[in-house]
């Protein structure tokens, strides 16, 4: 097989080959790189410990010191560890759901547990700064995890079930914490720093009536509408 391009950039490097007789290009494989340019044009603006962390994984730490060593929770330390088979002097990424996040290395793991030596520390929240909440009736099964995932990702920032005529899904505590894991699993996957809020049920109309008395920003008036001008020379004529 004849290899006959290679294209790269900040996260993957693509190999492609000329396909054989079909005359198709194919890709051949696909690994994670971050080469010198993309370092220097792809992320300029990230400060240097970030650069080289864009693709690596990312843990919660719900306090999360600015630095020395922080011990990962029973239920990261065994993603990271068993799962992920982290080692030590590996790097990550560590955020703690209220914007912060930190840049890290392994310095101890055994079965249970994962300590790490923090090397560096930013706030970067990765939302919008409008305020964005969303009332939505959820539905049964795994579609739940699709909403908040798709929720989570879209940046909304506060997620009210709501409790309709016609609901199927009623929400309890237990749900409740069951939601509020989806959303760390979805912000350490769109790599968002800030957890979205999930609050208990409620009823459409009390929804409703919250957002009508919450108080309004003040805007703008619109700017006068001024007609376009027509052209002069021949087609004016």
């Known amino acids: 097989m004849a290899l006959t391009k290679a294209a790269t950039n900040f996260r993957w490097r693509t190999v492609v080959d000329a396909g054989g007789n079909t005359g198709f290009p194919r890709i051949v494989r696909m ?6 340019e993309a ?3 792809g992320h300029r603006s990230l400060p240097s410990p970030f650069r080289a962390s864009v693709g690596l994984n990312r843990y919660y730490v719900p306090n999360l010191p600015r630095t020395g060593e922080v011990q990962l929770t029973p239920d990261e330390a065994h993603h990271a560890v068993r799962v992920r088979r982290e080692e030590v002097g590996a790097p990550c990424i560590l955020f703690d759901g209220h914007g912060n996040e930190a840049a890290a290395t392994f310095a101890r793991t055994d079965k249970r547990e994962a300590v790490l030596q923090i090397d560096s520390f930013r706030f970067d929240p990765k939302v919008s700064s409008g ?4 009332g939505v009736a959820m539905p049964k ?3 739940q995890k699709d909403v908040i995932e798709k929720a989570v990702e879209l940046g909304v920032h506060r997620l009210v079930p709501i409790l309709t005529q016609r609901s199927v899904s009623i929400s309890d505590e237990s749900h409740l914490e069951k939601w509020r894991r989806y959303v760390i699993e979805s912000c350490k996957q769109c790599e968002r720093n800030q957890l979205m809020e999930i609050e208990t049920l409620k009823r459409f109309c009390d929804l409703i009536n919250k957002s009508t008395a919450a ?6 008036p619109p700017a006068p509408f001024s007609p376009p001008r027509p052209a002069s020379g021949r087609g004016g004529r």
């Open 31 to 36: 690994t994670t790189v971050f080469s010198s």
């Open 141 to 143: 099964g795994d579609r």
């Open 131 to 134: 305020i964005v909440t969303l």
């Open 39 to 41: 370092m220097q044009f």
């Open 215 to 220: 108080p309004k920003q003040e805007s703008l």
